[in-house]
């Protein structure tokens, strides 16, 4: 018979049909078995379908385990794309992120930038742009073309032609085994069956394709709410950040002319209050001496408009430097790392503490000196009294001296204190 396992020595098993037999399997059987020819040879088709019945059902259930085993992998392919494709992009709000920005890991800075600039999706454009599209589709046309040529005599010569193809495989025998297949009940019910289970391959593909496509759509949706985010979220940021920065400048520069006026108001005496103090910068001197100095000599008065940059504290650099590094914009410069405050009123401390030191220095020397001279001539008296070779006369005239030179050292000395006004000394009210 044409279907049998082919070996080397091209041996089909016990039963034959000649190569020049010219059976029809589309006539009719007579309705009788004749009797086989010697040569082997079948004097009707349905005496030869008999014989060979079951081989009719091994050809069934080979061809049928090539089919199904086809349709398989295409529904294996088709549930792979689908699971491979099944693409989703989470909301994602940046004020999150941006309400502290230094208390981000740089996990969470990365995701931010990635978000920003792709609204978290990076996959294809549309399901036919898929890694493995091609070879899903490639699985289904063969898994559908194998399953589909059971729906026809032409697709099923081809099928028993492709399976059981040898060296002399004839016409002949490709239309035996054919017929075979066909005039068997039990091989036609089971290629029927798979046809019928398998034989929506191609609408399982078009709707894998239609689900990963509106997945893909709606991630890029998503995608794309996500970018339109950042830009109000990154203005909102730097708006939370400055405005209050922004409204304590106003302040400031609205109220520069009180401030200077308060602060010569203040330092009419000695005595100064804590917001003085402050602005002046002369809470260490709280105490000390101030001599003849005229503190107004050293005041200064500025009258420049502050801005952000004078008025942010550390706190605020701090966050402001990080928004800008999170968002990536060199531009954002209005506060730096190194902006300096700013007063209307401030001394010149530099000159004050130079003449200070100089009129201390030179208070400490004449009155050194003259402490000095008193205490020499306070000694040398009462060595004259003591000294008991002297006459009285002789003592009262030397001690009158001594005395005199003493009291005159201690007038200088208190002269001095009223002219250095030593007990002047800068207080806190």
Do not use: C, H
């Amino acid at each position: 018979m044409p279907y049998l396992p082919y070996d080397k020595e091209n041996q089909y098993g016990p039963i034959q049909t000649s190569p020049q037999s010219q059976i029809n399997p589309n006539q009719n059987p007579p309705g009788q078995v004749g009797k086989p020819k010697s040569s082997g040879q079948f004097v009707n088709i349905q005496a030869y379908l008999d014989a060979n019945k079951d081989q009719a059902s091994q050809m069934a259930q080979s061809l049928n385990q090539t089919i199904v085993n086809d349709a398989e992998k295409a529904q294996k392919s088709i549930q792979d794309y689908s699971t491979n494709n099944n693409v989703q992009v989470a909301a994602y709000n940046p004020s999150t992120a941006l309400a502290n920005p230094m208390a981000l890991s740089d996990a969470q800075k990365n995701e931010y930038k990635q978000v920003k600039a792709t609204g978290g999706y990076t996959g294809p454009e549309s399901f036919d742009k898929t890694s493995d599209y091609q070879a899903v589709t490639d699985a289904v046309n063969k898994g559908s073309q194998s399953v589909n040529s059971l729906a026809n005599e032409e697709g099923r010569i081809n099928l028993v032609q492709q399976q059981f193809a040898r060296p002399n495989y004839s016409a002949g025998m490709k239309t035996l085994d054919q017929a075979l297949l066909q005039k068997d009940d039990s091989s036609k019910e089971l290629l029927n069956n798979t046809y019928q289970k398998y034989s929506n391959i191609n609408n399982l593909l078009s709707q894998a394709q239609l689900d990963v496509g509106n997945k893909i759509n709606a991630a890029k949706e998503q995608a794309l709410l996500n970018k339109n985010m950042f830009s109000n979220a990154e203005k909102e940021a730097f708006d939370n950040t400055l405005n209050p920065i922004k409204q304590r400048a106003d302040d400031y520069n609205r109220t520069i002319p009180q401030i200077v006026d308060s602060v010569r108001q203040d330092m009419v005496d000695d005595t100064y209050n804590e917001n003085t103090l402050s602005k002046l910068g002369l809470s260490d001197l709280i105490g000390k001496n101030l001599y003849n100095t005229n503190l107004n000599n050293y005041l200064k008065t500025d009258l420049t408009q502050a801005g952000v940059d004078n008025m942010a504290n550390a706190e605020e650099r701090a966050r402001y430097a990080a928004l800008a590094a999170l968002i990536g914009d060199p531009t954002r410069t209005e506060i730096t790392s190194n902006g300096q405050p700013i007063s209307p009123v401030l001394i010149d401390r530099v000159k004050l503490d130079a003449d200070l030191k100089k009129q201390g220095d030179d208070y400490n020397s004449q009155y050194g000196q003259l402490n000095e001279i008193y205490n020499s001539r306070m000694q040398e008296a009462r060595t004259v009294q003591d000294n008991p070779n002297l006459t009285t006369t002789e003592k009262w005239a030397l001690m009158g001296k001594l005395t005199s030179e003493a009291s005159d050292a201690r007038e200088k000395m208190d002269s001095l204190n009223s002219l250095y006004n030593i007990n002047r000394l800068l207080n806190k009210g």
